[in-house]
């Protein structure tokens, strides 16, 4: 199946990013939010990120302005139902997700493929919102998209060799390198990475080193590019935790267990970056 539209729901920090890259592949793309406001900062996010990328001279200013007129924008989940693919990048709340595949599943054409950009949720749970469930996948992009090369294509228990094979293609396309993850709690790179950054809350908690030093163990003890802590602030601690219960609920193992500490935190209002206050103050 050819991809020559793709619509993006959720404007978002993952989502204006897919937008981008879909637009500078060449993909027409109808990027959709509920709020316009959402939108408008989305799109001048897009631009902004377009032109340092000008400055950098790895787009010309031409290839900018054309891309970005690829964009289209809307407020309603309908506008996707013309779409080759529609990538669902919203709330990471299955009751959100379920809501929204249930309206595009009745609205888009039969070989519409849906997909997920969820960085925990079951890809074979989220499809039996859909009569689709050979057509629906999962494609987790990893933040920044315009500069993060991995993509994570999750095929649910009844996901076809068609969907999967278009869908791989379509990454490699844009840019990314594919890897095919089946469909199990946390797919490959949270299932590894989450419980590393909980366990070095749990150092925190119980008083083993500072948040700077342990941080500075993993950095230059283990050639990580940042520290968990940091990591942790950067994707969201409401995040990490979500993930987290996603983990446990999902393999029922207690080492998967959330530390008290998270939960504190995120019952604060200590998210990191996004909040301004994690384990760093921004």
């Not at 978002?12 to 900062?41: E, F, P, S």
């Not at 809350?201 to 050639?223: H, N, P, Q, R, W």
């Amino acid at each position: 199946m050819a991809i020559n539209t793709i619509a993006v729901i959720g404007s978002g920090t993952m989502g204006n990013g897919i937008a981008h890259v879909a637009a500078q592949t060449g993909l027409d793309v109808i990027l959709i939010d509920v709020q316009q406001a959402a939108i408008d900062k989305a799109l001048a996010t897009i631009e902004k990120n377009m032109d340092r990328q000008v400055k950098k001279g790895s787009m010309t200013d031409d290839e900018k302005k054309t891309s970005l007129a690829r964009i289209t924008t809307s407020t309603t989940v309908g506008a996707a139902f013309k779409a080759d693919l529609v990538i669902e990048a919203a709330s990471e709340r299955i009751e959100v997700k379920n809501a929204i595949f249930a309206e595009l599943d009745a609205g888009c054409a039969p070989g519409t493929i849906l997909a997920s950009n969820t960085s925990s949720i079951s890809i074979t749970e989220l499809a039996g919102a859909t009569k689709r469930a050979d057509t629906f996948i999962g494609m987790h992009f990893f933040n920044p998209v315009p500069v993060m090369q991995l993509c994570e294509i999750i095929r649910g228990l009844a996901t076809s060799q068609e969907t999967y094979n278009t869908i791989k293609a379509l990454a490699e396309r844009m840019g990314k390198v594919p890897v095919e993850v089946q469909d199990y709690p946390g797919f490959i790179s949270n299932r590894i990475l989450m419980p590393m950054i909980n366990e070095a809350i749990y150092c925190v908690m119980e008083g083993i080193a500072s948040v700077e030093d342990i941080d500075t163990v993993m950095k230059l003890g283990m050639a990580h590019p940042m520290g968990p802590l940091t990591l942790a602030d950067f994707i969201g601690l409401d995040v990490c935790l979500s993930i987290m219960e996603v983990l446990h609920n999902g393999l029922g193992d207690t080492k998967y267990r959330a530390c008290p500490l998270l939960r504190k935190m995120v019952a604060a209002g200590y998210l990191g970056r996004k909040s301004g206050r994690g384990f760093y103050q921004y």
